[in-house]
């Protein structure tokens, strides 16, 4: 796992939920409107589909190959990606995981795709800063992306009170990831040293993972969790996650309410991947 690797699993199959939400507040257009509905926070379009811009940056990072994990139903991601736009950089390939049960059996749906290879997994709600997107590439093992806290309140399009809400990561002194901190309270968040580093769901891993993902048990809210799976590969499996902490933000596509600011930071974007 020493070379920079070259395979990026995307999760694209959540429901949802809070996108298809109705908001009154929120100002979108009609085709942002008519995506909304389907709750494909991934295509919702910001001149250009989101997803569009997330793979740009892979393709500026020096990734070439994609996997996109989507649902049985997903005809729209398919469509546009085999059809309505030729990638010039990037190969995109799918895996279809037949139900929702959450991110860590997301992951097992891409393991043809992997194999025993190292490959970067990540949000397709999230726009991931190319520098990040980089450092996981080319790290000698396993790891996670961690943002500070103080960036992603001052350059992200998350609201602070939201932001607060976060998973943060707990760091060795060695570099290394401890555990993931799932919605941390004040007095936990006390204890920690400064500044926070939070979790935005970006990943390096080795095909461990996949033993890891199929180990564990349903989260209190009855899902498969990535995190689990990477405390299972970290307390059993003996695995490594080093720690890449970046001074930058993430921009988060969860709730109608994003679509104004992310298409604000978006804009003059070129698309290219």
């Not at 997903?74 to 037949?98: C, G, K, M, W």
């Not at 490959?119 to 450092?135: C, I, K, Q």
């Not at 350059?155 to 060695?174: G, H, K, M, Q």
């Not at 040293?193 to 993902?213: D, H």
Request: hydrophobic fraction near 40%; charge should be negative; proline fraction near 7%.
């Amino acid at each position: 796992m020493n070379q920079p690797i070259d395979k990026v699993t995307i999760l694209a199959r959540g429901l949802g939920t809070r996108m298809r939400r109705q908001d009154n507040a929120a100002r979108l257009d009609a085709r942002q409107e008519a995506v909304a509905e389907t709750g494909v926070k991934a295509m919702i379009p910001i001149d250009r589909p989101f997803l569009d811009y997330v793979l740009t940056a892979l393709a500026d990072a020096g990734y070439h190959r994609v996997c996109l994990v989507i649902g049985p139903d997903h005809d729209a991601i398919r469509d546009y990606y085999t059809r309505q736009v030729q990638p010039e950089r990037l190969e995109i390939s799918f895996a279809v995981q037949p139900e929702p049960k959450g991110t860590a059996d997301a992951v097992l749906a891409a393991e043809a795709f992997a194999g025993d290879d190292p490959f970067v997994m990540l949000n397709s709600d999230n726009y991931y800063p190319v520098e990040a997107l980089r450092g996981l590439r080319t790290l000698p093992g396993a790891g996670v992306a961690l943002f500070d806290r103080e960036n992603m309140l001052s350059d992200s399009n998350i609201e602070p009170e939201r932001l607060l809400r976060f998973a943060v990561a707990e760091i060795t002194p060695e570099g290394n990831l401890k555990r993931i901190l799932e919605k941390p309270d004040e007095a936990m968040l006390a204890r920690l040293p400064q500044p926070l580093w939070v979790s935005m769901n970006c990943w390096r891993f080795g095909s461990s993972i996949f033993k890891a993902c199929r180990a564990i048990g349903p989260s209190p809210r009855g899902e498969f969790e990535v995190p689990d799976a990477v405390q299972y590969a970290i307390d059993n499996l003996g695995e490594s996650f080093r720690a890449l902490t970046l001074q930058a933000a993430v921009l988060d596509l969860t709730s109608r309410q994003d679509v104004g600011p992310v298409a604000e930071k978006l804009s003059g974007m070129e698309v290219r991947f």
